[in-house]
């Protein structure tokens, strides 16, 4: 299938390992454009190495994305650098964590907070585009009970509620918004590769969970976000795109 991405323009905004990077290295296959940004200038550096090498124009640079000044002025630059702005996507997040004022701070400010931000600076480019749209990245820890009460699930529950309403408001503008909602992904380096080492009787627990008996990847969620976001799925939006290997147990209408 083609997905109609080459050419198109995709800001992706922490976007230099795990899902991001995946997603980032699926659309540049696909002949899609990428600026991506990160904390690490090692990691974007790197980011931007592998993505024009397949032939496409990649644009980086290290941004901190808690700055709102100045990551309002990267996703600016970025659409600027490549041509205009077809797709967006914020994967920034500050994880889970037990409870606290400043755990709520940084989640809010990342996973929430910094979607917002980047919509509202692309927004301009976006509106341009005859195929705007925009992900938003939640998780399966917002839709049901996921190691107690944690700023980590109510956010992303926030940004699943953001990108519904987000998406009734743009339509008529013909930008579409839809959210990817992960399960447990092992990502080399990442938070389970962590709990795998550290943590080893509640990864098997949670492998275990997992009617498919096994944790994701990052490449097979950045495969559902690329068709999410081409041109080849031009009626979808409003909608969230669970991919847990069927580890959430609702029934989903």
Known sequence: MDLGLKGLKAVLAGASKGIGRATAEALAAEGCDVAMCARGQDGVDATVASLSAKGVKAFGQAVDMADAAAYGAWVKSAAESLGGCDIFISF????????????????????????????????????????????????????????????????????????SALSQQLAPKGIRVNTVSPGPVFIDGGSWDMIKTHMTALYDQTVKAVPMGRLGTGEEVAKAIAFMASPACPFMTGTNVVIDGGVTKRVQY
């Open 92 to 163: 920034a997040s500050a994880g889970g964590g037990p409870a606290s004022e400043e755990t709520w701070k940084k989640v809010f400010d990342l996973d929430l907070l910094a979607t917002f931000r980047g919509v509202q600076a692309a927004l301009p480019f976006l509106e341009k585009s005859a195929h705007g749209s925009i992900i938003a990245v939640s998780s399966t820890a917002a839709l049901e009970d996921f190691f107690g009460p944690q700023a980590y699930n109510a956010i992303k529950a926030a940004v699943i509620n953001y990108a």
